[in-house]
């Protein structure tokens, strides 16, 4: 069945540096996927989108890398910030027409002052 | 714009008891969505609502109902809460397929 999820529960960095979080998805044809960031005590925000017929899209300090070949997907965060600390979480849109997302688990980033 | 509300932001039940979660939102979306976020874990969706007049379940319905009672409102209801209810509930909406809009959450604690 559909699944996603991630490699690393939890990711610390120096403030500064650079991130990168990383999620694996088990079905082929899904066609849209989404990078999710979620505070303490807050809901989920959107950050990014890519379609499957894109291998990267960038935004600002973001950057979202498809690999469809080993069906993986990374969010890059340039220079990390403490306001970076959060939940993120990839989700890949369902293969009906309902728009339904399906969540991976999440990765905590954690930025080091 | 207010986005998405949800009320309440916490409650507390004790096991049978019954109550309805409001989520409402302001962006004219025509899709709605109730999820639910257990500790350390990803959403889960319980129903959905791809436009006003419909609803359909989602990965985890049961236990749940739903009432999509005008394109801004979509509530949930617990009929005879559980322990295994206790989670935080989400409530979303959406114009597109992508970009759901997420409330602030309900904290829901089933004694």
């Known amino acids: 069945g559909e699944s996603v999820g991630l490699h690393l529960p939890t990711l610390s960095v120096q403030e500064g540096d650079n991130s990168i979080i990383n999620c694996a998805y088990s079905n082929s044809a899904s066609d849209y996927f989404i990078w999710y960031k979620q505070e303490s005590g807050k809901g989920p925000q959107f950050i990014i989108d890519?379609?499957?017929?894109?291998d990267k899209r960038q935004g600002q300090r973001v950057t979202v890398l498809l690999n469809k070949t080993v069906k993986h997907l990374s969010l890059q965060i340039a220079a990390t910030q403490p306001g970076d600390s959060a939940v993120y979480f990839c989700?890949?849109?369902?293969?009906?027409?309902?728009?339904?997302?399906?969540f991976g688990s999440g990765t905590r980033l954690l930025v080091r002052p | 714009n207010a986005g998405v509300t949800q009320t309440p932001k916490f409650q507390v039940l004790k096991t049978g008891q019954s109550m309805t979660l409001q989520c409402a939102q302001d962006m004219n979306h025509n899709s709605m969505y109730w999820y639910r976020q257990d500790p350390g874990m990803g959403l889960r969706l319980i129903y959905y609502s791809a436009s006003e007049g419909t609803t359909d379940k989602g990965e985890v319905p049961n236990g749940y109902n739903v009432s999509r009672l005008n394109k801004r409102e979509f509530s949930l209801r617990l009929e005879s809460a559980a322990p295994s209810q206790t989670s935080v509930y989400f409530c979303a909406s959406s114009e597109l397929a992508a970009e759901q809009y997420f409330g602030p959450g309900t904290r829901l604690t089933v004694t």
């Open positions: 989700a890949e849109i369902g293969m009906d027409s309902s728009y339904k997302l399906i």
């Open positions: 890519i379609r499957s017929n894109m």
